[in-house]
């Protein structure tokens, strides 16, 4: 299993409950997945191999200097490709940018950022069969806010 730190934006406790609801509901319908258990919901701004850790450190430390809380707006849901991540989208803003810019600092052109709240990661047929239980429940987080 490939091991990296990420830096992580994480949301305000209420969007927090209101993810944990939209979770809590896949898994009493038995869509548990494999994401990294018991991390709250955030949004990655930058990952770094393990032995960068140090950088790392002080790249977070000085960026949570430098960004107030701010808000987001999740307007939306997605699937990324090939299928095994089920996703809430935020809508791109400029202090969305503004945070990722300072974390990010050697973009991979190969994997351009696309920010987004993981849901559920597992296997593509099952996010697929996931995402009606999810519809369900979605509703847009208009005032989620997002520390940096």
């Known amino acids: ?63 949570a200097g430098e960004f107030k809380p701010f808000p987001v707006h999740i307007s939306h849901i997605g699937i990324f490709a090939p299928g095994k991540v089920l996703f809430g989208g935020p809508e791109r803003n400029t202090e969305l940018e503004l ?22 990661i597992d296997e593509p047929a099952t996010v697929c069969n996931a995402l009606p239980e999810l519809l369900r429940q979605y509703r847009t987080i208009r005032r989620a806010h997002l520390a940096g």
Request: proline share 8%.
């Open 1 to 63: 299993m490939e091991q990296f730190l990420t830096l992580m934006a994480d949301l305000d406790e209420d969007s927090q409950a209101i993810l944990s609801a939209w979770y809590k509901d896949l898994s009493n319908a038995g869509f548990r997945g494999n994401q990294t258990p018991n991390l709250p919901f955030h949004i990655s701004m930058a990952t770094f191999p393990l032995e960068k850790e140090q950088d790392a450190i002080e790249l977070a430390e000085k960026v």
């Open 99 to 120: 945070l990722h810019n300072a974390c990010e600092k050697a973009p991979d052109p190969q994997r351009p950022w696309t920010p987004h709240v993981t849901v559920l």
